[in-house]
């Protein structure tokens, strides 16, 4: 179980516990998070959970498959370096206190 932070574009900041193997947007859309969208339901299709990690914990991440790496490329609004797809990124012990900032759209 890990304690996921996330953080909304207008500042609002939620803590959310998830089980392990659940994702990131798993966990942002079970709890009503705004700013995660998942319209394709996690299949890394859509890129509708695009995501912030926090950058000092980007290594405590297994690294981007090259389907997410070409839908933060070719998909997401507004991709920095530490741009992520929720949907690839699972809960898991190691991921505890983990920081995510949701972008102010997901276009």
């Known amino acids: 179980m890990a304690n996921i932070t996330y953080i909304e574009a207008s500042g609002q900041s939620t803590t959310v516990s998830l089980n392990d193997g659940w994702s990131l947007m798993q966990g942002a859309t079970a709890n009503g998070i705004d700013g995660i969208l998942g319209e394709c339901g996690g299949s890394c299709a859509?890129?509708?959970c695009h995501c912030y990690v926090d950058e000092a914990r980007l290594g405590d991440l297994p690294a981007a498959s090259e389907g997410e790496l070409d839908m933060l490329e070719n998909v997401a609004a507004e991709r920095r370096p530490n741009s992520r797809l929720a949907c690839q990124i699972k809960a898991s012990a190691a991921l505890e206190g983990l920081i995510i900032h949701l972008?102010?759209?997901q276009e």
């Open 103 to 105: 972008p102010a759209t």
């Open 46 to 48: 859509c890129a509708t």
